[in-house]
């Protein structure tokens, strides 16, 4: 268990794709505590890692002065204010949404996506149209829309390259010219295929009288969100994902024009700027105060300013790079490694150009006898080398579906047949095998990181068959 394997790999890698030592350098500085754990950490999208300049700049912070709950006016609690709204106007001018926008501090992406959905406002005249491609918290948001009588719709995605559909896309928009209060949701990049959906459709969806929720929380960490350009209406983020610490907070940028169309339907400490218990009325905060129920995580909310200090100074368009360089190595190596008998070691899904994606990569594991090893296998013997894959279908069963050629049918009959139900029931119920191996790379992935996870898959799986298992 853990010993990490010897670097094996007979395939050369492009070697402009690695010439830059800065990412190399910066593995051994911020992120040592890799190396001396001896763990491979393929995991970026399901959390970044933390630099440990960052934490290290937020103890100090943290250890040089008395914070106390914002609110007040006593000199803890402005101590507070001042770091909290520092943070908020960094987070607002890191995406170019200074002027436009109001930031709302979340618990994650979740709640974020939460607000949205709670506080649209759909009726029985509304559609929520959604991408197939799309996080359970998005999803989720159907059941909002559902209770308030309104109608939802998917788009359905390429089964080829996961991309969204152009031609349902196009009958999707310009299907609903009756309704009104009409809310489009897509992902600015897939946390499953990591495809990147072009930010053009927010444009083309206003253009055809839709607001536009972008789900940024897997694209940010990686690529630039320049808010002066694009204009969504709601774009939720999680920061842990760009930058590792701290976990527990994410925003809500909600467009200013589009703030009044929010309709909160409680409102809670903080949120209010007068509230009577003798009549039934209050009045709600004028800006993102209206949002943050209770009191805002004063003590962690600065250490997002250290953060976003720290991917300015690399640089997003260079992490971009060093993600894409990264990819065409991944590709390179998903589609020639193979077994002595030519059949090919991987099952990969999704794009193969490592220009449309970001760092996020789903696939299976073939035997030699072409069929796929179950992933719950594969997970097993790479956490046995110490190397953090994530298996399953991500929170996101719209991708999962259409790799696995799931039917519409077959979803109704299990739904129908049971109360709850689980990945489990499902197997055994329709006979089939769902879900998939995602490995995702960020800024402290290295080539040798993805060496050893290659030469893992290959000492382990090279020319046996799943039967070899059982
Ligand atoms: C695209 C996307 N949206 C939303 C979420 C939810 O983020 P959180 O779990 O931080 O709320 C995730 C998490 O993986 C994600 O990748």
Not at 345 to 357: I, V, W
Request: with cysteine.
């Amino acid at each position: 268990m853990g010993k990490l394997l010897r670097k094996t790999n007979p395939i050369k890698v492009q070697p402009e794709l690695f010439e830059n030592d800065f990412f190399e350098n910066l593995r051994h500085t911020e992120y040592a505590n890799l190396e001396e754990s001896g763990q491979i950490y393929l995991d970026f999208t399901g959390g970044n890692l933390y630099p440990k300049s960052i934490v290290e700049k937020h103890f100090k912070y943290l250890l040089s002065g008395v914070y106390g709950n914002p609110h007040s006016t006593n000199p803890s609690s402005q101590q507070s204010t001042i770091h909290v709204d520092e943070t908020r106007q960094s987070v607002l001018d890191y995406f170019g949404a200074t002027d436009d926008y109001y930031c709302v501090f979340t618990a994650n992406a979740s709640a974020a996506l939460q607000i949205v959905g709670e506080c649209y406002p759909f009726s029985q005249e509304s559609v929520f149209l959604l991408t197939a491609d799309n996080h359970n918290s998005v999803n989720g948001i159907r059941e909002y829309c559902k209770l308030k009588g309104g109608h939802y719709q998917y788009v359905q995605l390429n089964y080829e390259d996961l991309k969204i559909n152009a031609q349902k896309l196009e009958e999707g928009l310009n299907g609903f010219e009756k309704e009104t209060n009409k809310l489009f949701a897509f992902p600015g990049q897939s946390n499953v295929s990591g495809i990147k959906h072009p930010l053009e459709l927010i444009e083309k969806a206003h253009e055809k009288g839709w607001d536009v929720l972008l789900d940024a929380a897997a694209f940010v960490p990686t690529s630039k969100l320049d808010l002066t350009r694009y204009k969504p209406d709601y774009v939720s983020v999680s920061f842990y994902k760009i930058f590792g610490y701290p976990t527990g907070l994410g925003c809500l940028l909600v467009k200013k024009d589009k703030f009044a169309k929010l309709k909160k339907p409680w409102f809670a400490g903080g949120t209010v700027t007068w509230v009577s218990v003798n009549y039934e009325s209050y009045f709600l905060t004028e800006n993102h105060e209206r949002f943050e129920n209770g009191t805002v995580n004063y003590l962690d909310i600065p250490a997002i300013k250290n953060g976003l200090e720290f991917i300015q100074n690399i640089g997003i368009d260079n992490i971009s790079s060093r993600i894409k360089s990264l990819n065409a190595y991944l590709i390179h190596q998903f589609e020639n490694l193979k077994h002595s008998n030519g059949e090919t070691l991987f099952n990969f899904f999704g794009t193969k150009n490592p220009e449309e994606k970001g760092g996020t990569f789903i696939f299976n594991v073939k035997g030699a006898d072409g069929k796929q090893f179950p992933f719950e296998l594969v997970e097993q013997k790479a956490n046995e080398r110490l190397i953090s894959v994530r298996t399953g279908c991500f929170c996101n069963p719209g991708i999962d579906e259409v790799n696995s050629c799931v039917t519409t049918d077959e979803l109704a009959e299990f739904y129908t047949s049971r109360d709850h139900g689980s990945y489990h029931d499902w197997v055994t119920f329709v006979g089939k095998i769902r879900g998939a191996i995602r490995l995702s790379v960020g800024i402290a992935t290295t080539q040798s990181d993805l060496d050893t996870f290659f030469d893992f898959v290959t000492e382990t799986f090279k020319d046996k068959n799943t039967q070899d298992f059982i």
